[in-house]
């Protein structure tokens, strides 16, 4: 079966073979050897770069989106509220998987699919590895009928539950996810669905014979040698249907003991004995992995409609190659100067041969007979019009094929106005916007084995969930995943690409001109929520709305006289509050007889009071601030209030002429305390 | 990607406190010009005066038995401190609330307070009011000489 799967794949291997050849630039350039001048051999690196820009403007992790789902036409709360702590969940999952290293996983996904239009991936639980202490076993000395029991169970008795709960959120999600080359997959579709799929790796011998869940009774002699067969690599065949994910090594042909068959030769890899190392049932209902097709049919039969565009690409990465060569290798001969030194026959003698050239130093002086010179041999450099014409065409093509850059401002050639400029960013678009598709289709699915897996389980399992807060701090919690909360699944979107600033600019500016009032129908083209979901993109319209009119509450009521009061009040009980407002009896009985009376003065002539609006009695209340706040009939009045944390404000107990004309006298026996 | 959250404060919560920080911020304003008009406070970039200079200038300034002077100074500092409080954002009605005359009072009678403490300790003799001792170059092998050491003669 494998043997017929591997001919059905054999043009998409070669094909993606050669991509990937190209991509590392070992495609060969065809160049004549020549000992009259130095061939230079360049590579444009031109996929590289169109690959390196269309795979950036993807998340480095998909954004997963669980959809409540209502009842005529209504989501009630709870289940909004549960989808929402749902989707943390799935995305903490990401964020856990990012923190493992996996997350070059989706980076490979993102770029298989663009550069071999499908991509795979395969999730894997591992509990016991993950969540050792949760491995039941019986002790030598328990009857063999008995319960196994974990050793967290044995440990800790009566709150195992609450233990045992601790410890799963403390270790994490136990499900790993792997990339799969697309050239090393092999899918079998039924009417559309996947429901087989075979997958070669590499694994060194060594590696086999160590693996305690692997049988490798049948391969234990051939890991005789000094290493052990850490130098013996191994074919490995995984293969999963919608029960079972099994793992067999494909030893050597029984006829040529030692040739072991290598990934890279379909031919070797049908003469080895597959032995069965290891099987389960995964128990998912659907084959563990995750297979991404891309907008040319993902090769769901060997063939796809993106063969003609990656031959295309491959063929223009080829002649761009090749002409960049020859540009340089013409440069390379012409610009390193080469001279001629041209001798009287008649000065020099009459002699058949030439004289020896001279020697110049650079910047030095040499004598020569009247009529001699000494020129460079190299031509004019032209200006390569042809060539240069040529090689925009063939970058325009790239373009065209790949999905161009001019979405990142890169104007094409023989584009001049802003209207073709768009129509471009247009077309390229819609060939991300395919990708994208596939893209998120592919995050889902791989959330869906994901929650698949857990409910197989059976095990509440969490994950870690960061998010910056408003005040910039991140704020974390432990989310459960409930196997009850995803059985029946959850209907999930996807997220894989952000927008770019210059969309939203435009859409905002678009909503901006839209949603003003028209001259001579004083209405706008458009209501606010309409421009908002439809131009701008936001789901909830409505909420948004709501936010705006809170907000402008919120500074009206912040602009209340009663709020500006309130502040100032405050201002005063802070300043009383700090060391530099309050004055000690000492201080004041021991301050200038001059300051004492034009205190005094300024404050009985009304003076401070008309300027700043000063409590006449203030500072005498500071003075002698405990006593005349226990005086007062009003508790807290006064500074004297204030310093004993009671109240504040002015001392409106004590009536105004008596202050004013009582202020010296307080001064004056504020003097005396000290 | 990090959503928008909303802070689990109330209304009158979060205005509160953001009145707190506003207050605190403008008490810390005041007490920054109150230090820099002040003859005992530095201003930004010069040198705090010694204890001798202040008071001397204090004494000059007619501030120990002029009461017209020491009106004058006070009158001077209220208008600075108004001034410089508007500058710094601070709205006239909120000025007036914190009472500057109050503040620069009070900050004059401490000030006060100090001068005249000094200006006892001279002429009962304690000579508090001495410049405070300063490095003198060192003699050559990296011991400091102290004030009163005698510089050998060569």
Known sequence: ?674 | MAKYQKKNLSWPEETEDSIDSVVKSVADDVEFIIDSFMPDGRRFREQAMSEEEQLKKYVEEGLHDNPAAAANWIRTRVVQLTQELQKYGVPPEMVAQVHPYDIVQTAAFKFSAKMEKLLRERDEGIGAAVAPPIPMNPNGDGNWLSATAQIPQA
């Open chain 1, 1 to 674: 079966m494998l043997k017929v799967q591997l001919d059905v794949y054999s043009k998409r291997d070669r094909l993606i073979d050669k991509f990937r050849q190209a991509l590392d630039g070992r495609n060969p350039i065809k160049a004549p050897r020549s000992m009259t001048y130095k061939t230079v051999a360049w590579h444009t690196r031109r996929l590289n770069a169109i690959l390196n820009e269309k795979t950036s403007r993807y998340r480095p992790t998909p954004e997963i989106k669980v959809i409540p789902v209502g009842k005529d036409g209504r989501v009630s709360k709870p289940i909004r509220n549960k989808a929402e702590r749902l989707e943390k969940g799935a995305n903490g999952m990401f964020y856990q998987l990012e923190r493992q290293g996996a997350e070059s996983v989706w980076q490979n996904i993102v770029w298989d699919l663009h550069v071999a239009d499908a991509a795979c991936e395969k999730w894997l639980r591992s509990p016991s590895t993950w969540w050792p202490k949760l491995v039941p076993y019986l002790e030598e000395d328990e009857e063999e009928g008995a319960e196994p029991r974990d050793v967290l169970e044995r440990v800790h008795g009566d709150s195992y539950e609450k233990i045992r709960e601790s410890y799963k959120q403390e270790q994490g999600l136990p499900i790993t996810r792997f990339w799969v080359p697309i050239e090393r997959f092999y899918p079998v579709f039924d009417r559309g669905f996947l429901t087989e799929g075979f997958e070669l790796s590499e694994r060194s011998l060594r590696s086999l014979m160590n693996n305690p869940l692997f049988d490798t009774s049948s391969l234990s002699g051939y890991a005789q040698r000094g290493d052990g067969g850490l130098g013996q690599s191994v074919v490995i065949l995984e293969y999963s249907n919608d029960t079972y994910h099994a793992y067999y090594a494909l030893g050597p042909s029984t006829n040529s003991r030692q040739a072991w068959p290598r990934i890279t030769s379909s031919l070797s890899l049908t003469m080895g004995t597959p032995v069965l190392l290891h099987s389960y049932e995964h128990g998912l209902g659907r084959p563990v992995y995750n297979y991404i097709i891309g907008r040319g049919g993902g090769w769901v039969s060997g063939d796809s409609r993106q063969e003609g565009v990656m031959e295309a690409l491959l063929d223009k990465n080829q002649q761009a190659d090749e002409l960049f060569s020859q540009k340089a290798t013409f440069l390379r001969n012409t610009m390193w100067p080469t001279r001629a030194a041209y001798f009287d026959r008649e000065a020099r003698g009459s002699d058949d041969n030439p004289p020896a050239p001279p020697k110049i130093e650079e910047g030095g002086i040499i004598s020569m007979f009247k009529g001699e010179d000494i020129k460079n041999l190299t031509m004019n450099i032209p200006d390569f019009q042809f060539a240069d014409r040529l090689s925009e065409q063939i970058i325009g093509d790239m373009n065209a094929l790949a999905g161009s850059p001019v979405l990142y401002g890169e104007r094409q050639p023989g584009v001049n106005t802003g209207y073709h400029q768009q129509i471009q960013q247009n077309q390229a678009k819609h060939l991300d916007s395919q990708i994208e598709n596939a893209l998120s289709r592919g995050a889902i699915g791989g959330v869906e084995l994901a929650f698949l897996h857990i409910r197989a389980m059976g095990e509440k399992c969490y994950v870690f969930s960061a998010e910056k807060g408003r005040s910039g701090k991140m704020d974390g919690e432990y989310l459960c995943i409930d196997p009850k909360d995803i059985d029946p699944l959850p209907q999930l979107a996807a997220k894989v690409i952000d927008p770019q600033p210059q969309d939203l600019m435009i859409a905002a500016q678009t909503a901006l001109q839209l949603t003003q009032m028209r001259p001579g129908h004083n209405t706008p083209l458009l209501d606010d929520a309409r421009a908002r979901q439809d131009i701008l993109g936001f789901q909830d319209p409505e909420d948004i709305e709501r936010s705006i009119t809170e907000q402008t509450l919120r500074e009206q009521l912040r602009l209340n006289p009663v709020i500006a009061q309130d502040m100032a009040q405050r201002l005063g009980l802070e300043l009383a509050k700090r060391q530099s407002a309050t004055l000690s009896p000492e201080e004041a009985a021991s301050a200038s007889p001059a300051f004492q009376q034009a205190a005094a003065e300024m404050n009985q002539s009304g003076e401070a009071a008309a300027a700043g609006g000063v409590q006449p009695a203030n500072l005498a209340a500071q003075i002698d601030g405990r006593r005349m706040a226990e005086s007062r009939t009003r508790d807290g009045a006064g500074t004297g209030g204030i310093l004993q944390g009671v109240g504040g404000g002015l001392p409106t107990g004590a009536p105004q002429p008596m202050q004013v004309m009582g202020r010296t006298a307080q001064v004056m026996q504020g003097s005396q305390l000290g």
